[in-house]
């Protein structure tokens, strides 16, 4: 196994692994999870649908007085046999390295983790390779991951994690993928698009799954990508006309050569565009990626199929007459000369048009943490009523669209509960992936 870092910088990273207990046994449907970035629950409800059992979930937010994301969660879970923690995970996992606390045996670590915030790298002497105070929680996950080396980790992101940042397309990407490889794991990476698998909802989330690497010493790079992957069965896509890409002697794409720090300064420098399409695969440090098309032909649901009924809807969520025009223009094109603020500077500008209202014979767009409130919105979703009123959704419908149980965020604010549906993932999306590594982790066989 390659080692990670160079001259001492990711010496912070080289924790003492943490010895788990000696019994391993695996549910005949399942094994046992830890959850990171544990939001309000849906890695844990897809999970659970599957025969996973979560044993220990880790929600925090910084900078926040009331902790509503997790009060839901524990509030779901108290009584499960799980522990639920609501701290910064470092110092969770500091905690655990002074043996002040003790993880649970587990075989699937899964995480929603945040990266909004990605920026340049850090000087050689501090260098993790990715910054900012969410960035550089991926160095926490690695940090886990070391200490307990799982047998599978499933991670969730934006999909702009393929091409951050600006100035290195992909570089915070191949980081990630390089230090994975570095610990002994093979991982395969796809960009769903959730409505293009039945689901009422446009949102697009990188999902990436690391298995040990050991465990796949026959597998080949385009074939796990196409055929045989966790991701691949999962999502189904459009196979390649061509076999020779199967061969067992083609060539990846490319190779992350270099230590992490080499790749913080290096990767990609100047070229100006990812070379991680929205699929693939990285063994031993060996890349094969491709863009690849979603195969589907089962049952799609579309807006129309999650709203409530008309007379159901509270009053406050219908829009007043003398508002749609403030309404209508939010949401229309426009092409208008503004004045900069800061340097008092004119300039153009412009924006195309949304649907006012949003179609109901389409998957929703993707629900955004501002959905809440009154005011009218560019981003907020508006439907034409059957009386032809117009009005915004409401928090079910947003849990709905989500694939969340009705009321699940019950006990916070309206604009609290879209938040946290803004934040979160559509639970139909973990529950296949989920179903997969099940089977892969109780030893059903899968066809090459």
């Not at 991701?231 to 083609?250: E, G, M, T």
């Amino acid at each position: 196994m390659q080692q990670a870092g160079a001259e001492g910088a990711l010496k912070t990273l080289n924790a003492t692994p943490v010895a788990l207990s000696p019994d391993h046994s695996v549910a005949p449907h399942g094994g046992r999870a830890i959850e990171l970035f544990a939001g309000v629950g849906g890695f844990r409800i897809g999970l659970e649908r599957t025969g996973w059992r979560v044993v220990l979930g880790n929600q925090w937010e910084p900078s926040t007085r009331v902790q509503h994301a997790f009060d839901c969660y524990a509030r779901h879970f108290r009584g499960s046999g799980s522990d639920d923690v609501n701290m910064d995970i470092a110092v969770m996992l500091d905690e655990v390295e002074a043996r002040e606390r003790a993880l649970p045996d587990y075989e699937l670590l899964v995480g929603g983790f945040p990266c909004q915030d990605y920026s340049v790298a850090k000087l050689l002497n501090q260098a993790h390779g990715i910054q900012g105070k969410k960035g550089v929680l991926w160095w926490q996950i690695h940090r886990l991951i070391e200490m307990t080396t799982p047998p599978m980790v499933f991670l969730e992101n934006v999909d702009r994690l393929l091409k951050s940042p600006a100035t290195q397309r992909g570089r915070d990407f191949a980081i990630m993928l390089a230090s994975l490889s570095d610990l002994g794991y093979a991982v395969e990476w796809r960009v769903v698009n959730a409505a293009d698998y039945g689901f009422p909802q446009r949102r697009r989330r990188v999902f990436i799954v690391a298995r040990r690497s050991n465990a796949l010493a026959e597998k080949h790079g385009p074939e796990l990508l196409f055929r045989s992957g966790v991701l691949a069965r999962a999502f189904a896509v459009v196979q390649p006309p061509d076999d020779r890409l199967f061969d067992r002697d083609a060539t990846p794409d490319f190779h992350l050569n270099g230590n992490l720090v080499e790749l913080t300064r290096l990767f990609d420098l100047g070229n100006g565009r990812s070379p991680f399409q929205n699929g693939g695969v990285i063994v031993d440090r060996d890349v094969w990626t491709q863009h690849v098309e979603p195969a589907f032909m089962g049952h799609r649901t579309v807006l129309r199929d999650v709203l409530e009924d008309e007379p159901d809807v509270p009053p406050e969520y219908f829009i007043p007459d003398s508002q749609l025009d403030a309404w209508r223009y939010l949401k229309g094109a426009k092409r208008e000369q503004r004045v900069h603020k800061a340097s008092g500077m004119p300039y153009c500008y412009n924006e195309g048009p949304l649907p006012f209202p949003d179609p109901l014979d389409r998957p929703a767009r993707t629900v955004l943490t501002a959905e809440g409130g009154t005011s009218p919105s560019r981003f907020k979703h508006v439907v034409e009523t059957p009386s032809g009123r117009h009005r915004r959704l409401t928090p079910v419908e947003l849990e709905r669209i989500n694939g969340f149980p009705d009321g699940w965020t019950e006990g916070m604010t309206a604009g609290k509960r879209a938040f946290c549906m803004g934040n979160a993932l559509v639970v139909g999306l973990i529950e296949k992936v989920g179903h997969e590594l099940a089977k892969e982790l109780s030893g059903v066989t899968i066809p090459a």
